[in-house]
């Protein structure tokens, strides 16, 4: 099964997946802004693309990192033919990620530094979220709309006014 097909079944309430623009924008799936054709993007947009591109680079660290602690995730091969087999991945990624937090207990009671990736970035996510940028508001799809509200969250953490 897509993702695409049936999100609502893979992705809890209240998450989403960072992706390129090669997605589409749906409330499951948070992409950059395009550049229009003959135009371009706003200062926001492109303040917003950026910071963006960053959280996806610690992403990409972040899987890097747990396939360089837990070899069997270098190459996971199992064969998805059912719901069943994709729950059976997911609870092995989730047990090494488990893992890899102990690891991180145990360093920072040594005395070592670490990072705590911020959870819950959609509390507060309600259909009056910020404006994207993007025409009028009632072009936008959910997911444009939803987008606009993580932009607006950014900023205001960040101090940036735009």
Not at 32 to 48: E, I, M, V, W
Not at 91 to 115: D, P, Q, S, V
Not at 121 to 136: F, L, M, Q, V
Request: with cysteine.
């Amino acid at each position: 099964m897509r993702i695409s097909q049936d999100p609502a079944n893979l992705i809890p309430a209240r998450h989403w997946v960072w992706a390129d623009s090669a997605y589409p924008m749906e409330m499951w799936c948070v992409v950059p802004f395009k550049k229009p054709h003959g135009g371009h993007l706003t200062h926001r947009q492109n303040t917003y693309n950026r910071y963006l591109s960053k959280v996806r680079v610690r992403v990409e660290h972040a899987f890097a990192t747990l396939k360089g602690h837990f070899q069997s995730l270098q190459e996971l091969r199992l064969h998805m033919s059912k719901d069943n087999d994709l729950h059976i991945a997911a609870y092995w990624i989730t047990a090494c990620i488990i893992l890899h937090n102990m690891i991180i207990h145990f360093e920072e009671r040594l005395g070592k530094e670490t990072t705590q990736w911020a959870i819950g970035e959609a509390e507060g996510w309600d259909d009056e979220g910020g404006d994207d940028g993007g025409g009028k508001q009632g072009d936008r799809t959910q997911g444009q709309h939803f987008r606009g509200y993580l932009m607006e969250r950014l900023f205001e953490q960040h101090g940036l006014r735009m």
